[in-house]
Antibody, heavy 120, light 108 residues
Framework: EVQLVESGGGLVQPGGSLRLSCAAS????????MSWVRQAPGKGLEWVSG????????YYADSVKGRFVISRDNSKNTLYLQMNSLRAEDTAVYYC?????????????WGQGTLVTVSS | EIVLTQSPGTLSLSPGERATLSCRAS???????LAWYQQKPGQAPRLLIY???SRATGIPDRFSGSGSGTDFTLTISRLEPEDFAVYYC?????????FGPGTKVDIK
């Protein structure tokens, strides 16, 4: 059974940093692209960042480019999102998602999300 | 970048009725890379349709997807009580992999 469990969310001050983790199980982690998607309170889904199975390819939304870094440790079956220079508008539930085997679909499986609140 | 627009913003229907949701892209999207997701309050999104028209595992056949190029449609043939939710389209062909703004299907 595929499981994705996010952690690392919490309250952080503007300008601060946070690292999110997504622990994966139930599939061969290294062969699947992964993504982070966020949802601000009462708003729609926003794709944040994606990474290829090997980690060689990374992609970012303009809203986080230069501030967030996506990475993965295939030996630990874990996806990460390092978030720096955080702003109030980064407040959201952050979901990790597993892509399809053919790479054509972003979110075949999703975690339950972790809440990040940026506030002083 | 490809921008997705969904209409209507809200669809008010009764159980048993047919729902037709539209997703329009600012430029052509490969059908292979167009998906629809359902999200209920407090829950993670769930994949409904991938490749524009293929149902994901476990999705009832009252859900169907169609379209190509810049115009895509999600149809729910007969609404069940559990179908009242927000629906998002999303393209995964060209980064950034934007979602549409969503269509809320609520009970009339």
């Amino acid at each position: 059974e595929v499981q994705l469990v996010e952690s690392g969310g919490g309250l952080v001050q503007p300008g601060g940093s946070l690292r999110l983790s997504c622990a994966a199980s139930g599939f061969t982690f290294s062969t699947y692209a992964m993504s982070w998607v966020r949802q601000a309170p009462g708003k729609g889904l926003e794709w944040v960042s994606g990474i290829s199975g090997s980690g060689a390819g990374t992609y970012y939304a303009d809203s986080v480019k230069g501030r967030f870094v996506i990475s993965r440790d295939n030996s630990k079956n874990t996806l990460y999102l390092q978030m720096n220079s955080l702003r109030a508008e980064d407040t959201a539930v952050y979901y990790c998602a597993k892509a399809s085997s053919d790479g054509y679909t972003l979110g075949v499986y999703w975690g339950q999300g972790t809440l990040v609140t940026v506030s002083s | 970048e490809i921008v997705l627009t969904q209409s209507p913003g809200t669809l008010s229907l009764s159980p048993g009725e047919r729902a037709t949701l539209s997703c329009r892209a600012s430029q052509s999207v490969s059908s292979s890379h167009l998906a629809w997701y359902q999200q209920k309050p407090g829950q993670a999104p769930r994949l409904l349709i991938y490749g524009a028209s293929s149902r994901a595992t476990g999705i009832p056949d009252r859900f169907s997807g169609s379209g190509s190029g810049t115009d895509f449609t999600l149809t729910i043939s007969r609404l069940e009580p559990e179908d009242f939710a927000v629906y998002y389209c999303q393209q995964y062909g060209t980064s950034p992999f934007h979602f549409g703004p969503g269509t809320k299907v609520d009970i009339k």
